[in-house]
């Protein structure tokens, strides 16, 4: 690690297979924690590339406990986190809507790491039941049209970097990599990345796999949707910029998608919204990113995704995915 270190403070970049073997050893306890800790500080100091990016990637994606859903049309709505916006759990709501609207998710996620809740915080204070038992998520699948993926218990590799992201506080590379390691490989995937060349880079990523995917970066910032302005969507077939009167609502204000200051105050927000309680803005917001995600699998229109996600929240039929996974969990 030192060598690797020091080739890094250097500006060096490493190739596709240093970058796979790094993460390989950390997962196997070959370095301690403050060589693990510094070369996570070197990726916060300057970018990094697309064949490390790819590299980490590969390693995680080999050492995986993956679970096989190949019959199933699933998609994966996944923001990076590190947007630094504290917004309520969007995609996990949106993940829910999806779902509803009769489009199968396998939903990856993890708890916080530099924001109040992560969709592994929400989850967990609504009763749902991480496992990595695949009769477990078929169930899920197929009751609740949605499985929940906690990222630990399918990233036994992570173990070692975990409590050093937590002491951290602060968005890693890991982040970036949370949406591309989905362990049930969906064949479709809607993620929301912190800034535009991390866009770029997924979807270059992206385009030389089998996936249907759509990358988003809000302009103003947000991982995801936000309609606050204009965001990035990259594509297989396409690049657009959309905003909101793409989906025929109006631009909202940032504050009206905060998420409150801590996870019991999401909770409610998640609650309230699935209720149908939740405001016009925050409404909007969740079937925008459903939309979008059921756009992707369906192959429709962002008009008609939004149409059906709108559908699938004022019907009760997300919040019955909910419910049924919180039966399931019990």
């Known amino acids: 690690m030192k ?5 890094l403070i250097n500006h060096e970049q490493l190739n596709k297979d240093e970058a796979r073997s790094v993460l390989v050893n950390i997962s196997e306890g070959k370095y301690n924690q403050s060589q693990i800790a510094a070369f996570l500080t070197v990726y916060m100091m300057r970018n990094v590339s ?8 590969d390693a995680l994606l080999d050492l995986c ?14 923001g990076t986190g590190g947007d630094g916006k504290n917004t309520f759990n969007i995609s996990t709501l949106a993940s829910f809507v999806t779902a509803g609207a009769g489009v199968k998710v ?26 990595n038992e695949k009769d477990f998520l078929k169930r899920s699948l197929d009751e609740a049209g949605i499985c929940v993926l906690h990222a630990p218990l399918f ?38 990345v912190f800034d535009l060349e991390l866009a770029r880079m997924y979807g270059y990523l992206y385009q030389k796999s089998e996936k249907n995917y759509a990358v988003l970066h809000a302009m103003d910032g947000y991982d995801e949707i936000s309609l606050t302005g ?8 396409s690049e657009n910029i959309l905003t909101a009167e793409n989906f025929g609502v109006k631009q909202i204000e940032e504050s009206e998608i905060f998420g409150g200051e801590t996870v019991k105050d999401s909770a409610e927000i998640f609650l309230d919204i699935l209720n149908g309680n ?3 803005a925050q ?28 559908e699938s929240l004022k019907s009760g039929k997300a919040l019955n995915s909910l419910k049924k996974l919180q039966q399931i969990s019990d």
């Not at 697309?50 to 990637?57: A, I, K, Q, T, V």
């Not at 406990?65 to 996944?78: M, Q």
């Not at 396998?106 to 496992?131: D, P, R, W």
């Open 278 to 280: 939740g405001t016009e």
């Open 283 to 310: 409404n909007n917001v969740v079937c925008a990113n459903a939309a979008m995600a059921i756009s992707v699998v369906q192959n429709c229109s962002i008009k008609d995704g939004f149409e059906k996600a709108k």
């Open 65 to 78: 406990l993956a679970v096989d859903f190949h019959e199933y049309n699933t998609i994966d709505l996944c």
């Open 230 to 237: 204009p965001v990035k969507v990259i594509s297989k077939n």
């Open 3 to 7: 060598q690797i270190l020091n080739r």
């Open 155 to 192: 990233h036994p590799a992570m173990k070692n970097v975990a409590p050093i992201r937590k002491e951290l506080g602060v968005k890693t590379f890991f982040n970036m990599l949370g949406p591309m390691v989905n362990p049930a490989f969906p064949k479709n995937q809607l993620v929301g």
């Open 50 to 57: 697309l064949e490390e990016l790819e590299g980490f990637r």
């Open 106 to 131: 396998t939903k990856h996620g993890n708890y916080g790491v530099s924001s109040v809740s992560g969709s592994s915080n929400v989850m967990e204070a609504l009763g749902i039941k991480f496992s």
